[in-house]
C-alpha cells in the first residue's frame, strides 16, 4: 500500500508541506457522497415521508388530536343546556313550575304542561286517565344563567387572553395539555356535584380550562401547515365545535333518559369528562410543539419589550374597566 502523505521541506523559511498521493485522494473521495448521491438520498426520504393535500400525514394527525381536543372541550361546555332541568331537579335550584314527565302521553293531550300555571291543577291533569305533569324545578331561572353566562363567560373570556400570552413564550403544547386535563377533571367532578355552589365553582374552572383550546389550538395549526393548505387545516380543526355541540345532544339526551343506576344527567358529565383525560395524555406523548413562524429573535425581542405579568395585568384591566363588556357578561 503506497503511503498516504508526505512530508517535504519548503526552500524557503524551512517550513514543512504536506503532499497527498493520488492513491490516498481517490480513497477519500470514495468515502465522501457525489452531490448526486445527496440528492438521490434527499428525494427518497422526502418520498417516505407521506402527504395529504401536500402536508405530511403527521401534521393532519396532530390537527386530529387538537380538534378532539377542542370537541371535548365544546361538548362539556353546551352540556349543561341540555341537562339543566334533570340537573336542577336533583340539585335543587332555579325556576319552579309545571314540567312533563312523560313526553308520549304529553304529545296526544290537549294541554301542554308549560301552560299550566297552577301547582294543583298540574299534579292532577291526566290523559285518559293519565298524569303526565308535576311541579318541579324547570331548570331554568336565574341560578340557571348565572351557571350558563357570567361564571362561564367571565373566566373563560380572561384566562383566554392569559392562557394566549404565555402560549406567545411557553411550549403551547405542554399548556394546552395541562388545560385539556383540569377542564376534564371539572366535568367529570360536576357529576359528582350535589349542591349548587360546588356546580358554580367547578362550572368557573371548566371555563378557566377550556379557554386555553381557541387561542393555543389555532397558533399551532397556523404553524404546522404552510398557507396553501392552511384554509383547509383550519376547516378540519373547526369540526370540533361542530362534534362537540352536536355529541351534547345525543349524549344529554339518550344518556339522561336511560338512567343508568338512577344517576341520570350524572352520566353525561362522567362520559364528556373521561375521553378528554385520555386525549390531554395523547396530546402531551404524540404531539410536538411545531416550530414558530415567526423567528425566534423576533419572538424574544417582542416578548422583551413587556413583562408578562404587566401583559397580563393590562389585559384584566381592559374588562374590569369597561361597563360595554361587564354588561356582557
Same mark, same amino acid.
Request: glycine content about 10%; some cysteine.
Given at each position: 500500500m503506497n503511503n498516504a502523505v508526505e512530508v517535504e521541506p519548503k526552500s524557503s523559511g524551512g517550513r514543512w508541506s504536506l503532499k497527498t498521493s493520488s492513491s490516498c485522494m481517490e480513497e477519500a473521495s470514495s468515502l465522501v457522497p457525489s452531490s448526486s448521491d445527496c440528492e438521490k438520498t434527499d428525494q427518497s426520504e422526502i418520498a417516505m415521508v407521506k402527504?395529504?393535500? $401536500?402536508?405530511? !400525514?403527521?401534521?393532519?394527525?396532530?390537527? !386530529?388530536i387538537l380538534m378532539l381536543c377542542y370537541g371535548f372541550g365544546e361538548l362539556g361546555h353546551f352540556l349543561i343546556g341540555v341537562t339543566s332541568r #334533570? *340537573?336542577?331537579?336533583d340539585v335543587h335550584f332555579g325556576d319552579v313550575g309545571c314540567v312533563t314527565y312523560d313526553v308520549m302521553v304529553e304529545t296526544s293531550a290537549a294541554v301542554r304542561c308549560a301552560e299550566i300555571?297552577?301547582?294543583? %291543577?298540574? $299534579?292532577?291533569? =291526566?290523559?285518559?286517565?293519565?298524569?303526565?305533569?308535576? %311541579?318541579n324545578y324547570t331548570g331554568q331561572g336565574i341560578e340557571y344563567q348565572v351557571l350558563a353566562g357570567p361564571v362561564f363567560i367571565a373566566i373563560f373570556t380572561v384566562m383566554g387572553l392569559v392562557n394566549g400570552i404565555l402560549g406567545d413564550r411557553y411550549n403551547r403544547i405542554q399548556i394546552l395539555s395541562v388545560?385539556? *386535563?383540569?377542564?376534564?377533571? *371539572? =366535568?367529570?367532578?360536576?357529576?359528582f356535584a350535589d349542591v349548587y355552589w360546588l356546580l358554580a365553582l367547578l362550572r368557573f374552572g371548566f371555563g378557566a380550562g377550556e379557554s386555553a383550546c381557541t387561542p393555543l389550538t389555532s397558533s399551532i395549526v397556523v404553524d404546522l401547515f404552510e398557507p396553501r393548505v392552511r384554509g383547509s387545516a383550519m376547516s378540519f380543526f373547526n369540526w370540533g365545535i361542530y362534534f362537540g355541540y352536536g355529541l351534547a345532544f345525543a349524549i344529554g339526551n339518550y344518556l339522561t333518559d336511560a338512567n343508568i343506576l338512577g344517576m341520570s344527567w350524572r %352520566?353525561?358529565?362522567?362520559?364528556? $369528562?373521561?375521553?378528554? *383525560?385520555i386525549m390531554a395524555v395523547v396530546l402531551y406523548a404524540t404531539v410536538r410543539e411545531p416550530q414558530r413562524r415567526l423567528n425566534e429573535t423576533e419572538i #424574544?425581542?417582542?416578548a422583551g419589550e413587556i413583562s408578562i405579568g404587566k401583559r397580563i395585568w393590562e389585559t384584566i384591566k381592559?374588562?374590569? =374597566?369597561s361597563p360595554v363588556i361587564l354588561m356582557l357578561l
Open positions: 402527504t395529504f393535500q $401536500g402536508a405530511p !400525514l403527521y401534521h393532519w394527525y396532530c390537527t !386530529l #334533570e *340537573m336542577a331537579q300555571k297552577n301547582s294543583t %291543577w298540574c $299534579g292532577n291533569i =291526566t290523559q285518559n286517565g293519565t298524569r303526565y305533569c308535576e %311541579w388545560n385539556v *386535563m383540569f377542564y376534564s377533571v *371539572m =366535568t367529570l367532578s360536576s357529576g %352520566w353525561c358529565y362522567f362520559f364528556a $369528562g373521561g375521553p378528554g *383525560m #424574544e425581542k417582542r381592559i374588562f374590569a =374597566t
